[in-house]
């Protein structure tokens, strides 16, 4: 009966075990044109010489016991490579496994949930390459929604969000004291963003984003496999 409040009162304790965001902790960029496409400055539209970033990354932990020393990272921009939204969770290499494969390098398993585009859910896991050889590859369990229920109309998150409402269910809903919580978080980097004094750091239309990003994040644990990539049927490679 009380189940959207329980929902909501757990998501504030989370955010309460959140330290606001340090600009330290932070790299923000802001694209520039690769020869081709414009850059941020360029747009007509945009203050000569603003400072405005146009892409984030932060490294962030949550304080409680389940989650203390965990690192959780966002990244967001624009004009990057890629258009996606998604959520990785990335396990810690097995004690051993590079003994087993002769001290080759072994890539991290990760469960990657993807909310677009091609709605899917996948493990990136290490299996034996086929053959005599010893040699470790890389391949997926993959959940591809658009494969797995070809033909099923897939709604989006509004559609049920609006179907919430009129069943009376606010679990999904924001409440008051868990904005203000969330707030509370990213106010304090968003008035030293505000304030002009800090530089984004410029990269190319269509990159990845700031490679100090890339740099920032492997430093808090994440180990990114570059041979990996993922191709579902339906699209678009990871």
Request: with cysteine; glycine share 8%; charged share 30%.
């Given at each position: 009966?009380?189940?959207?409040?329980?929902?909501?009162?757990?998501?504030?304790k989370?955010?309460k075990?959140?330290?606001?965001?340090?600009?330290?902790?932070?790299?923000?960029?802001?694209?520039?044109?690769?020869?081709?496409?414009?850059?941020?400055?360029?747009?007509?539209?945009?203050?000569?010489?603003?400072?405005?970033?146009?892409?984030?990354?932060?490294?962030?932990?949550?304080?409680?016991?389940?989650?203390?020393?965990?690192?959780?990272?966002?990244?967001?921009?624009k004009?990057?490579?890629?258009?996606?939204?998604?959520?990785?969770?990335?396990?810690?290499?097995?004690?051993?496994?590079?003994?087993?494969?002769?001290?080759?390098?072994?890539?991290?398993?990760?469960?990657?949930?993807?909310?677009?585009?091609?709605?899917?859910?996948?493990?990136?896991?290490?299996?034996?390459?086929?053959?005599?050889?010893?040699?470790?590859?890389?391949?997926?369990?993959?959940?591809?929604y658009?494969?797995?229920?070809?033909?099923?109309?897939?709604?989006?998150?509004?559609?049920?969000?609006?179907?919430?409402?009129?069943?009376?269910?606010?679990?999904?809903?924001?409440?008051?004291?868990?904005?203000?919580?969330?707030?509370?978080?990213?106010?304090?980097?968003?008035?030293?963003?505000?304030?002009?004094?800090?530089?984004?750091?410029?990269?190319?239309?269509?990159?990845?984003?700031?490679?100090?990003?890339d740099?920032?994040?492997?430093?808090?644990?994440?180990?990114?496999?570059?041979?990996?990539?993922?191709k579902?049927?339906?699209?678009?490679?990871?």
């Amino acid at each position: 009966e009380n189940y959207s409040d329980y929902v909501r009162d757990e998501k504030v304790k989370l955010l309460k075990c959140i330290e606001p965001w340090k600009v330290e902790n932070m790299v923000l960029g802001q694209y520039v044109s690769d020869g081709k496409e414009p850059g941020y400055l360029d747009d007509e539209t945009v203050p000569p010489g603003s400072k405005q970033p146009t892409f984030a990354a932060v490294v962030m932990y949550i304080h409680n016991k389940r989650w203390e020393g965990v690192p959780f990272i966002m990244k967001a921009g624009k004009a990057l490579d890629q258009r996606r939204a998604e959520v990785r969770v990335q396990l810690r290499s097995p004690p051993g496994a590079a003994a087993m494969f002769g001290g080759q390098d072994i890539p991290r398993n990760e469960l990657v949930l993807r909310l677009q585009p091609n709605e899917s859910i996948y493990l990136k896991t290490n299996v034996k390459t086929p053959g005599l050889k010893t040699e470790i590859t890389q391949g997926e369990l993959d959940l591809t929604y658009g494969d797995r229920y070809e033909g099923e109309r897939i709604y989006d998150a509004y559609t049920r969000l609006v179907l919430d409402v009129l069943r009376g269910k606010q679990a999904t809903f924001v409440r008051d004291d868990e904005l203000i919580a969330a707030w509370e978080i990213v106010t304090p980097c968003l008035k030293q963003i505000e304030s002009g004094k800090i530089d984004p750091i410029p990269y190319k239309f269509g990159s990845r984003g700031p490679k100090e990003a890339d740099d920032m994040i492997a430093k808090a644990g994440y180990v990114r496999n570059e041979k990996y990539g993922w191709k579902p049927r339906a699209g678009s490679s990871s």
